[in-house]
C-alpha cells in the first residue's frame, strides 16, 4: 500500500480558479518522488495541501496509509522545508531554531545539543549556530532548514524548492544527501517540489504538473521520453535525454539505453 495517497484532489484559493484539477498520486514507503512544472502549474499547493496549511478541498481526499490524514500525523510524521527560507525561522540563533523544532517533537534536553550538532555538521553549517538567522545568506538559512527537519527524523520529507537558493555544490551537497538518507534509513520517503530536471531524473518517479493537472506520473525514463511535450509545457530536459536524442539523430542505437553510464558503455542494443 502507498504511504500517501493523494487521490483526485482538486482546489481553489479562488472560486471558480482551480489552482489544482482532480489530482492524483501515490507515494510509496520509500520513495523519492519529484514533483515538475513551470511557475504557478500548482506545486506548492499540494505541499501545503498535504501538511494541512490550507482549508478544505474542493475534492478528493489525501490518504496516509489509506486513510485520511489527520493532523497529530502531520505534525508527527511529516517535515517540509518551504520555498522561502524567511518564512520559516521561529528562533533568535541558529541553535535555538533547530531546538524549538526538537522541543516540539518531544526530544529530551539532554540530547538536544548532541542532534543539534550532528545535523548542522551533516548541512555544513555547525560553524553557524549561534549566529542570528537573520545574519545568513538565502543558502545558508536554506541549509539550517533542512537541517531542522532532519533532526526531526519525519518518515516523510516535502522539500519545496530547497536547493533553489543554493550554490551548484551545495546544491549537488543536498541531493547526494538526500541520496545518502535514503540509503541510511529505508522507510524514509522523499517528495522534492523542484526545477531542475537532472535532480528529477534520478528520482524513482516523476509527477509532471501543468496547469493543476497532472499530465505525467511515471518513472523519469517514460516521462523524459515525451520530449516534445515535456518541452511544450515550459520545462527542460535532463542531459542524458539530450545526449541520447543527439546520438539517436546521428544514428546511433542507443534507444534502449537508460542511463549515462550505459550509452558510454554502448551497452544497450
Ligand atoms: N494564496 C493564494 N491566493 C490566491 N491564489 C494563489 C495563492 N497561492 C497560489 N495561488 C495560485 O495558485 C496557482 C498555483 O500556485 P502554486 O504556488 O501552487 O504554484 P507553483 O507550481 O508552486 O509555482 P512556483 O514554481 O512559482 O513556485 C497559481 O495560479 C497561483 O497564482
Ligand atoms: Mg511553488
Do not use: W
Not at 523544532?101 to 548532541?114: A, W
Not at 522523499?190 to 505525467?216: C, Q, R, W
Not at 539523430?249 to 542507443?254: L, M, R, S, T
Amino acid at each position: 500500500m502507498a504511504r500517501l495517497t493523494l487521490k483526485n484532489v482538486s482546489f481553489s484559493y479562488v472560486e471558480d480558479e482551480p489552482a489544482l484539477i482532480d489530482v492524483s498520486f501515490d507515494v510509496k514507503q520509500s520513495e523519492y518522488v519529484t514533483i515538475i512544472g513551470k511557475n504557478g502549474s500548482g506545486k506548492s499547493t499540494i505541499a501545503k495541501l498535504i501538511t494541512g496549511l490550507l482549508p478544505e478541498l474542493d475534492n478528493g481526499e489525501i490518504l496516509l496509509d489509506g486513510e485520511k490524514i489527520k493532523e497529530e500525523q502531520i505534525r508527527e510524521k511529516i517535515g517540509i522545508v518551504f520555498q522561502n527560507p524567511d518564512n520559516q525561522f521561529i528562533g533568535s540563533t541558529v541553535r535555538d531554531d533547530i531546538a524549538f523544532g526538537l522541543e516540539n517533537h518531544q526530544v529530551k534536553h539532554d540530547d538536544m545539543d548532541k542532534i543539534i550538532d550532528e545535523y548542522s555538521e551533516l548541512v555544513s553549517m555547525k560553524p553557524f549556530l549561534d549566529k542570528e538567522p537573520s545574519a545568513l545568506s538565502g543558502g545558508q538559512k536554506q541549509r539550517v532548514a533542512i537541517a531542522g527537519v532532519l533532526a526531526m527524523h519525519p518518515e516523510i520529507i516535502i522539500l519545496d524548492e530547497a536547493t533553489a537558493m543554493l550554490d551548484p555544490k551545495g546544491k549537488k551537497e543536498i541531493i547526494s544527501l538526500i541520496h545518502q538518507l535514503k540509503k541510511n534509513d529505508e522507510k524514509l520517503s522523499i517528495i522534492s517540489i523542484t526545477h531542475d530536471v537532472e535532480e528529477a531524473f534520478l528520482s524513482d518517479h516523476v509527477v509532471v504538473l501543468n496547469e493543476g493537472k497532472v499530465i505525467y506520473d511515471d518513472t523519469p525514463e517514460n516521462v523524459f521520453a515525451h520530449h516534445q511535450e515535456i518541452m511544450d509545457i515550459g520545462l527542460d530536459l535532463p542531459f542524458f535525454q539530450k545526449l541520447k536524442d543527439g546520438l539517436i539523430k546521428e544514428g546511433f542505437a542507443v534507444e534502449n539505453c537508460q542511463n549515462l553510464s550505459q550509452l558510454e558503455d554502448g551497452l544497450c542494443q
